[in-house]
């Protein structure tokens, strides 16, 4: 058989798998509650992949060591903040959102724990919440998509547009019929393959292209900066204004919603600490695996063969596994791409869903049975999809670039309102609504403005003026809502009693 017969039969066994995992949770799910977030029943090392798996996407096997391939390691500060973040999130986040999502009338999306948590009944809040998540994911999905188009067209030489239909349509029919728990099993079944691959395609590169230091030596001759994480030609200030903004995606995590609904669907706000232990590890291996496979790439495509250089750096990873694995094993590594790909879709597919479902339809007053929401809820994540492949038919549309716009906008006009809902009580309804609506335009406007995107990541003034907003609009209120005290308190309390703190017997 041909090397590329074989890889295929690699990623049909993939994509196999995933169907049947998707099959598995259709016969679980039951319930519209159970299709949004599987009844709050994951084991907290499920949890801590399966949001990983869903975080990453191409970028982590494609984007990051893209960027590294042709810059250094100048552009592993995102890792590093990511890491940071991610720890962050698990740590001051999940446990008080599992725990305050269900006081606040069991809550299941994101804008339904804003308008509960800060008492809007006028939902406004939660309509225009609902509306930034279709509006980002629709860019994020549409990563997913134009990562698939590159994959196939650089591993098989497909045409771009049948890669993307074909990972479009395998990712829909799972995620379709099973729902977050299908796309939360799949995950882990794909953060787990992505982990495999990160291990093994750097060990092996190491064995077949030379020793550490010959490699080191290799890369350095091509950019003698490439191990330099303060290069830059800018002067100290402006070179610390950059790392410092591309260290600050790590911020992005705390609004990031396909990730913290992870942390609502945990069996007990104390599963968040094996959760964080679980999720650092992975991250930190994981992104050291992409970093060590970029800087082998640099030294092994730019050496002394001209024929060996590639086009796409975003390519690298895979280049290097098809080269150095036999086509099955190649085959798997390269259904570890296509993992990271479909892991995020489905999640961000799921959750638009919900927003539309719970947060849209249900506010219309319309009466409708578990059926007919199973069936509005599939339906949305089928008109989602559509919008980002019409996006995705642009294949000089670069990764990062729409991971980092999507990104930006998430952690900017929710992370502020987050933080402040599980952190301070006097945060108001009108406080978090304006908040959220100025950091989502700054992304907007400073995004699209190269003199300033150039200088500093949109994620940063955003997130900065949302925070200053939300806080001086909510404190020029009066805050005599009844019944916010009473839940901020039990929600303190009931942490208190899983972290051992205060006595179970005690009274409520």
């Given at each position: 058989m041909s090397e590329t017969t074989y890889q295929l039969i690699a990623i049909g066994v993939y994509f196999a798998a995933m169907l049947a995992?998707?099959?598995?949770?259709?016969?679980?799910?039951?319930?519209?509650?159970?299709?949004?977030?599987?009844?709050?029943?994951?084991?907290?090392?499920?949890?801590?992949?399966?949001?990983?798996?869903?975080?990453?996407?191409?970028?982590?096997?494609m984007g990051l060591p893209g960027a590294i391939y042709a810059s250094g390691l100048i552009e592993s500060w995102i890792a590093i903040g990511l890491t940071i973040g991610a720890w962050l999130n698990w740590k001051f986040v999940a446990p008080r959102l599992r725990a305050y999502t269900e006081i606040a009338g069991d809550s299941i999306t994101i804008p339904s724990y804003f308008g509960r948590r800060l008492r809007d009944r006028t939902n406004v809040l939660r309509v225009v919440?609902?509306?930034?998540?279709?509006?980002?994911?629709?860019?994020?999905?549409?990563?997913?998509?134009?990562?698939?188009?590159?994959?196939?067209?650089?591993?098989?030489?497909?045409?771009?547009?049948?890669?993307?239909?074909?990972?479009?349509?395998?990712?829909?029919?799972?995620?379709?019929?099973?729902?977050?728990?299908?796309?939360?099993?799949?995950?882990?079944?794909?953060?787990?393959l992505?982990?495999?691959?990160?291990?093994?395609?750097?060990?092996?590169?190491?064995?077949?292209?030379?020793?550490?230091?010959?490699?080191?030596?290799?890369?350095?001759?091509?950019?003698?900066?490439?191990?330099?994480?303060?290069?830059?030609?800018?002067?100290?200030?402006?070179?610390?204004?950059?790392?410092?903004?591309?260290?600050?995606?790590?911020?992005?995590?705390?609004?990031?919603?396909?990730?913290?609904?992870?942390?609502?669907?945990?069996?007990?706000?104390?599963?968040?600490?094996?959760?964080?232990?679980?999720?650092?590890?992975?991250?930190?291996?994981?992104a050291l695996g992409a970093i060590t496979t970029a800087l082998?790439?640099?030294?092994?495509?730019?050496?002394?063969?001209?024929?060996?250089?590639?086009?796409?750096?975003?390519?690298?990873?895979?280049?290097?596994?098809?080269?150095?694995?036999h086509p099955l094993v190649a085959g798997f590594v390269l259904a570890a791409v296509l993992a990271a790909i479909m892991s995020t879709m489905s999640s961000q597919l799921v959750v638009c869903s919900s927003a539309l479902v719970e947060d849209l339809v249900n506010l219309t007053g319309r009466k409708a049975s578990d059926t007919a929401l199973l069936m509005y809820g599939r339906i949305g994540v089928l008109v989602v999809a559509l919008v980002g492949l019409v996006l995705a038919?642009?294949?000089?549309?670069?990764?990062?670039?729409?991971?980092?716009?999507?990104?930006?906008?998430?952690?900017?006009?929710?992370?502020?309102?987050?933080?402040?809902?599980?952190?301070?009580?006097?945060?108001?309804?009108?406080?978090?609504?304006a908040g959220m609506i100025v950091g989502a335009v700054t992304v907007f406007v400073w995004g699209n403005i190269d003199s300033l995107s150039d200088r500093m990541y949109e994620i940063l003034p955003g997130f900065l003026l949302n925070l200053l907003v939300a806080v001086v609009v909510s404190l020029a209120q009066r805050t005599d809502e009844p019944g916010i005290g009473?839940?901020?308190?039990?929600?303190?309390?009931?942490?208190?009693?899983?972290?051992?703190?205060?006595d179970l017997t005690a009274a409520p």
């Open positions: 995992i998707g099959y598995y949770a259709y016969t679980r799910t039951r319930n519209i509650d159970g299709y949004m977030l599987a009844e709050r029943g994951l084991h907290p090392a499920v949890a801590a992949l399966s949001a990983n798996a869903a975080d990453m996407s191409g970028w982590l096997l919440a609902a509306l930034v998540i279709l509006a980002f994911f629709t860019f994020y999905v549409s990563s997913g998509m134009v990562a698939a188009g590159k994959f196939f067209e650089s591993s098989f030489g497909w045409t771009y547009l049948h890669g993307v239909l074909l990972v479009a349509a395998i990712t829909l029919v799972y995620t379709i019929f099973g729902g977050f728990l299908g796309a939360t099993l799949t995950d882990v079944a794909q953060g787990l992505m982990f495999a691959a990160l291990v093994a395609v750097p060990i092996v590169a190491v064995f077949k292209v030379g020793s550490p230091g010959e490699i080191a030596d290799g890369a350095r001759a091509v950019n003698p900066d490439v191990f330099n994480l303060f290069a830059g030609d800018d002067g100290a200030g402006l070179l610390a204004l950059g790392i410092f903004s591309t260290a600050a995606w790590g911020l992005g995590y705390f609004g990031q919603p396909h990730i913290i609904v992870r942390f609502m669907a945990l069996r007990t706000p104390a599963d968040a600490h094996y959760g964080r232990i679980v999720s650092t590890t992975w991250m930190i291996i994981t082998i790439g640099v030294a092994y495509f730019n050496g002394d063969d001209a024929a060996k250089a590639i086009e796409d750096p975003e390519t690298v990873f895979l280049l290097l596994s098809q080269i150095f694995f038919l642009d294949p000089d549309s670069a990764i990062l670039e729409l991971v980092a716009f999507a990104w930006a906008g998430f952690g900017a006009a929710f992370g502020p309102i987050i933080l402040l809902s599980l952190y301070w009580r006097r945060l108001t309804a009108h406080g978090a609504l009473e839940e901020f308190d039990r929600m303190e309390r009931d942490l208190a009693r899983d972290r051992g703190d205060i």
